[in-house]
């Protein structure tokens, strides 16, 4: 129906091969004027949503999403996955398309200009997948500030008793210089830690690593760095600064300095 909230169409089939016993499902939908949606998603979908998926089900119970296609008036989803549930394999990738991050302004409240290109693969098994997410946004214009290349790279990998490891890498690419950040981190259920925390950028580096044992709320470990220039960093930061600074941070788990 037609309603100030929007319209939405939906369609469907099942199909069943009784010789092979494989089934297929086919799901498309489409709507304009989506309301309700929190801001970030309703800046992205714009007036018009569409999406068309293909899912598989084998007879040794492996389902694939065969195609899975989620367009807007500013972006593109598109994307295959493999689950087999008798031996937990997992394979499957997600590839995510935003045309114009401009309409994201209001809701972060800044200027925002660019593009932003976002892949999620997905191996291993399902009860310890691995995950690895990269994103990039190209011609990156943040409250004036021109970042020309931001990458976020991240890896992530699940094992038994919620246990993850991974790695994050962050590079960005301006007029003013490069930056790049990355760290090693483990996530358990008694603690967490960071490890290999490095930062390098224009005049400035540090390094480190800290480690809580959880519930407490107060980490331990060592972080140490120094900004050679602190004129150099300014454009990074919007805001004029000059001088010199060196840090150190100990951390021990009974008396943090």
Avoid at 203 to 217: D, I
């Amino acid at each position: 129906g037609t309603q100030d909230a929007g319209e939405a169409r939906l369609s469907g089939a099942v199909e069943m091969a009784q010789q092979r016993q494989k089934s297929n499902a086919r799901l498309d939908a489409s709507g304009s004027k989506p309301s309700g949606l929190p801001a970030p998603v309703a800046a992205l979908a714009g007036e018009s949503v569409q999406l068309e998926t293909r899912l598989q089900l084998e007879p040794d119970q492996r389902l694939s999403v065969q195609a899975l296609q989620l367009s807007g008036d500013n972006l593109a989803i598109t994307g295959t996955l493999l689950a087999g549930l008798p031996d937990g394999v997992l394979d499957g990738r997600l590839n995510l398309n935003v045309m114009d991050l401009a309409p994201f302004s209001t809701a972060a409240e800044r200027s925002i200009a660019g593009t932003l290109q976002s892949t999620l693969t997905l191996t291993g098994e399902i009860n310890a997948p691995r995950m690895q997410l990269k994103t990039v946004a190209k011609d990156l214009i943040i409250d004036g500030r021109d970042l020309s290349v931001v990458v976020v790279d991240t890896e992530l990998t699940g094992a038994a008793k919620q246990r993850y490891k991974g790695t994050a890498i962050l590079y960005a690419k301006a007029p003013q210089g490069e930056l790049e950040a990355g760290v090693d981190f483990l996530v358990e259920p008694t603690r967490y830690a960071l490890r290999n925390l490095r930062i390098l950028g224009p005049g400035l580096q540090a390094s480190g690593q800290l480690v809580s044992n959880l519930p407490a709320t107060l980490p331990n470990g060592h972080l140490q760095g120094e900004i050679l220039d602190l004129a150099r960093l300014s454009p990074w930061l919007g805001r004029g600064y000059a001088g010199r600074v060196r840090f150190t941070l100990d951390a021990p788990a009974d008396n943090p300095q």
